[in-house]
């Protein structure tokens, strides 16, 4: 069952480039393409419609040049792929001749001509084939499902009816509507904040920081029991900070620690889950977020820097759960570190030596905290990774190294640009045939005025939704429904929008179409449903935070100090509950009773009842005296 979907879900496979003069054509065009975006955003300021064209058919293009249209990696550019570049040179170049028309129709309304439908036509059909080869056939199964939903509007039943739109009226509103549809917002933020940080995370990782912050999370953890594991899911939050994708920090972190893992005796499947639940945090953790950040600070009105700190304390609680849940298991399976303390003098030998690579990261988080826009932020801090990294002969990266990074990361842009161009058709969708509204509505309905049968109906909406879909677009679909019932629920807009990113994102793991599952699967060499079970038991914090964030806004900082104070010993103490009941370890062995006992005390720590939470730590008190009682009469479990 698993490789049937995997055979029909899968994106397709990077492409090998021949080697010579088309290798090179394409390598020039890629780079070019990236000091484009540095120079225009940097110094040139072109007018948005321009600039979004530009970045889309750039990116277009280097999809069909850089994936094959299978899942066979070829190191050839076969004759398909050759044509659809011209139709895409060519539908690129009417375009950009007509941009004008786009503007005018914002103002009157005037009739299409032939070549106008038709350069419409192809080009969604061109984001269909690009998003298809970059993340996979459900993606686009969804979005065209969206257009047929504002076709066959007087066909639908109940709440679902609307009028319709023709099929001149859905290519006016997705493709020649100015600042809309697939030039809407997610175009627009891939196309500035996105770009740009992805060119900052490739130089970074490029420059060797990556490498840095491996090393020395084995010189906090590696001589730990367990230690590849730990490595995992600290290397995992820090390298998905600058990544910012799950898919690039599971291949970054992922080909080092789900072997290394396996060596010391943590089983295929555990290991390959371990590695996906930590890489899927990549979404939550400031300061790229996979650029949904930016998005959300877009749609709520709020600064990025204040979002971006928000984001810190879930982002905690998330990747102290994982570790405690993979040390737990270390002890279950008898596992013994190799005694070594902390090497601090390593590490600060490692400083010492690779140091000046984290004055980057370090020059751009100062520069939003001290107010700088962050595309201007990133500008000024892209240039600072070649010149920290030249501060020594060993890291000096070159011309080459540093024009590779650029051509990769234009080429990474291919899982992020179509996808947000298409996603701008769900937004168009939501508000054209008021399918937002129904769903909204039947949601409500359902939920009545229980909180809590809204938070379950809610999320249980977000994974759905975000089934088979990249994260930007499961968030974008998800918030659209979900937030509005949050707001008029009284809960805070941010608070709403942090509910619609977790659930969206866990979608990556969550079986039966997770991409992030089959990644780990392949490096993991273990199956697919196996790997995604455990993943979603690791990653559980994850579904239930945001229920936090429901009950207790004061987990993002809305609130008393006291307040605040509350929320997070609450949680903390949550997250230790959670992750014991689930492992099945605390001091010791858990028997199911003590299991039971603490993952009612997880639960009644989520509302902010003081009675309930006093319960909930009698609770944990209790079996933590039965724990140590018990130790004093060994039963023969590992301690």
């Given at each position: 069952m698993s490789s049937v979907i995997s055979g029909i879900f899968r994106p397709a496979a990077r492409r090998k480039l021949p080697s010579g003069v088309i290798q090179r054509l394409i390598f020039a065009f890629a780079v070019a393409v990236a000091l484009y975006h540095i120079i225009a955003l940097g110094f040139w300021n072109p007018p948005v419609d321009l600039h979004s064209a530009m970045h889309l058919f750039a990116v277009l293009l280097l999809t069909f040049l850089a994936f094959s249209y299978s899942r066979k990696e070829s190191a050839?550019?076969?004759?398909?792929?050759?044509?659809?570049?011209?139709?895409?040179?060519?539908?690129?170049?009417?375009?950009?001749?007509?941009?004008?028309?786009l503007m005018e129709r914002a103002m009157v309304l005037t009739p299409f001509s032939g070549v106008e439908i038709a350069a419409a036509i192809l080009l969604l059909l061109l984001l269909f084939e690009a998003a298809r080869r970059a993340v996979g056939l459900p993606f686009v199964i969804i979005i065209f499902g969206f257009l047929l939903i504002m076709y066959l509007g007087p066909y639908l039943p109940g709440i679902w009816r609307h009028p319709g739109l023709s099929l001149t009226g859905i290519l006016d509103i997705t493709v020649w509507a100015r600042l809309q549809g697939?030039?809407?917002?997610?175009?627009?933020?891939?196309?500035?904040?996105?770009?740009?940080?992805?060119?900052?995370?490739?130089?970074?990782?490029?420059?060797?920081?990556?490498?840095?912050?491996?090393?020395?999370?084995?010189?906090?953890?590696?001589?730990?029991?367990?230690?590849?594991?730990?490595?995992?899911?600290?290397?995992?939050?820090?390298?998905?900070?600058?990544?910012?994708?799950?898919?690039?920090?599971?291949?970054?972190?992922?080909?080092?620690?789900?072997?290394?893992?396996?060596?010391?005796?943590?089983?295929?499947?555990?290991?390959?889950?371990?590695?996906?639940a930590a890489s899927t945090g990549a979404s939550i953790v400031p300061p790229i977020m996979t650029g949904i950040v930016f998005i959300m600070a877009e749609l709520t009105g709020t600064p990025f820097v204040r979002i971006m700190i928000l984001a810190v304390i879930p982002a905690f609680f998330y990747y102290l759960c994982l570790l405690l849940q993979v040390h737990y298991q270390s002890i279950i399976l008898g596992m013994a570190g190799s005694g070594e303390k902390?090497?601090?003098?390593?590490?600060?030998?490692?400083?010492?030596?690779?140091?000046?690579?984290?004055?980057?990261?370090?020059v751009l988080i100062v520069l939003l905290l001290v107010g700088y826009y962050p595309v201007m932020a990133v500008i000024w801090a892209i240039p600072t990774v070649p010149l920290a990294a030249a501060l020594k002969k060993e890291t000096r990266m070159g011309l080459k190294r540093i024009a590779t990074a650029l051509g990769e990361a234009v080429q990474d842009l291919a899982w992020v640009a179509p996808l947000c161009a298409l996603s701008g058709i769900i937004?168009?969708?939501?508000?054209?045939?008021?399918?937002?509204?129904?769903?909204?509505?039947?949601?409500?309905?359902?939920?009545?005025?229980?909180?809590?049968?809204?938070?379950?109906?809610?999320?249980?909406?977000?994974?759905?939704?975000?089934?088979g879909v990249p994260p930007t677009a499961a968030y974008l679909m998800t918030v659209l429904i979900v937030a509005p019932l949050m707001v008029k629920a009284g809960l805070p807009v941010l608070v709403a929008h942090f509910f619609s990113l977790y659930y969206a994102n866990l979608a990556f793991i969550t079986p039966p179409i997770a991409v992030g599952v089959f990644v780990a699967a392949g490096i993991a060499g273990a199956g697919f449903w196996l790997i995604g079970l455990t993943a979603v038991r690791l990653a559980i914090v994850g579904?239930?935070?945001?229920?936090?964030?429901?009950?207790?806004?004061?987990?993002?900082?809305?609130?008393?100090?006291?307040?605040?104070?509350?929320?997070?010993?609450?949680?903390?103490?949550?997250?230790?509950?959670?992750?014991?009941?689930?492992?099945?370890?605390?001091?010791?062995?858990?028997?199911?009773?003590?299991?039971?006992?603490?993952?009612?005390?997880?639960?009644?720590?989520?509302?902010?009842?003081?009675l309930a939470n006093a319960g909930a730590v009698i609770l944990v008190g209790l079996v933590l005296l039965w724990q140590v009682r018990g130790r004093r009469h060994p039963a023969g479990y590992p301690t």
């Open positions: 050839r550019l076969p004759i398909i792929d050759i044509i659809l570049v011209f139709i895409c040179l060519a539908v690129g170049v009417y375009f950009f001749l007509n941009l004008d028309t697939i030039w809407g917002i997610p175009l627009r933020m891939s196309a500035t904040f996105i770009a740009l940080f992805f060119i900052f995370g490739k130089l970074v990782q490029y420059s060797g920081l990556g490498d840095l912050i491996i090393s020395m999370c084995q010189s906090v953890a590696g001589g730990a029991r367990g230690g590849p594991a730990k490595v995992a899911v600290v290397g995992s939050a820090l390298v998905g900070s600058v990544t910012g994708g799950p898919v690039t920090n599971m291949v970054i972190t992922g080909s080092f620690t789900i072997p290394m893992m396996k060596k010391i005796g943590y089983k295929p499947h555990y290991a390959g889950a371990i590695e996906a902390v090497a601090f003098n390593q590490i600060w030998g490692q400083l010492k030596e690779r140091g000046h690579l984290l004055i980057p990261l370090i937004i168009v969708a939501f508000f054209q045939t008021g399918l937002g509204s129904a769903f909204s509505h039947l949601v409500s309905t359902s939920a009545g005025s229980s909180l809590l049968l809204l938070v379950v109906l809610g999320g249980l909406a977000c994974i759905i939704l975000g089934t579904f239930v935070i945001p229920v936090v964030f429901v009950y207790r806004p004061a987990l993002l900082l809305f609130g008393s100090p006291v307040e605040i104070v509350w929320a997070l010993a609450a949680a903390a103490i949550m997250v230790f509950c959670l992750a014991s009941a689930l492992e099945g370890w605390m001091l010791k062995r858990l028997g199911i009773l003590q299991r039971i006992l603490l993952l009612g005390a997880g639960i009644a720590l989520i509302p902010p009842n003081l």
